[in-house]
Every structure is written in structure tokens, then in C-alpha cells.
């Protein structure tokens, strides 16, 4: 069964950063193409970045070249590090195994303007 338990979020202030944290149990990250995604207040779910199997990162326009995807294979720890953080980045992000059901609880992010 897949786990996924994220971490890291947290209320900065526009232009900070923050380090989320996805820890994955019942599955091997370099097997499997992985995700961040978000849910912001009111909104759908959105896409913001996919890190394949094959370590190939690929990321939603509006954080592409402020976020950056990247994993730990010893650890089985996904992660995502948010640079110069915007108000419209608020939302819960989710950690996610593409093509996989579960989903974990989320990491909170609120970015105060």
C-alpha cells in the first residue's frame, strides 16, 4: 500500500522559501514518476511539477524557474524547494505516485504579500 506523508509547509512572507518534504512508503521513487501538486482555496487541483523515473524534472508555467523537484533515493524522500514565493503559491500541496490511488494529508503553504 502507498503512503505518502508530506512536510514542510508553512506561512513566509512573499519572496521567501520553503522545502516541502514527501516521505513515500510502499513504493520506489525511481521507479515511478512522481508529483507535486496543489489545491489553493476555491480552485482545482493543479499540477506544479513531475520528476520521472528517470530523473527528468518538468514544471507548471507559473513556477517554472522559481520551484525545483528533486528526490532522495536512499531516503525514498521526494522534494520540492519553492524559491521567491509568490501570495497566489497559498494552497495545500500534495505529494503524489502518477498512476497510482492515495493520496497523503498535504503540507499547508501560506505566503503572506
Known amino acids: 500500500q502507498v503512503q505518502l506523508v508530506e512536510s514542510g509547509g508553512g506561512l513566509v512572507q512573499a519572496g521567501g522559501s520553503l522545502r516541502l518534504s514527501c516521505v513515500a512508503t510502499?513504493?520506489?521513487?525511481?521507479?515511478?514518476?512522481m508529483a507535486w501538486y496543489r489545491r489553493a482555496p476555491g480552485k482545482q487541483r493543479e499540477l506544479v511539477a513531475i520528476?520521472?523515473?528517470?530523473?527528468?524534472?518538468l514544471y507548471g508555467d507559473s513556477v517554472e524557474g522559481r520551484f525545483h523537484i528533486s528526490r532522495d533515493n536512499a531516503e525514498n524522500t521526494l522534494y520540492l524547494q519553492m524559491n521567491s514565493l509568490r501570495p497566489e503559491d497559498t494552497a495545500v500541496y500534495y505529494c503524489?505516485?502518477?498512476?497510482?490511488?492515495?493520496w497523503g494529508q498535504g503540507t499547508q503553504v501560506t505566503v503572506s504579500s
Open positions: 503524489h505516485a502518477l498512476g497510482r490511488n492515495g
Open positions: 510502499g513504493i520506489i521513487l525511481t521507479a515511478n514518476d
Open positions: 520528476i520521472s523515473s528517470g530523473g527528468s524534472p
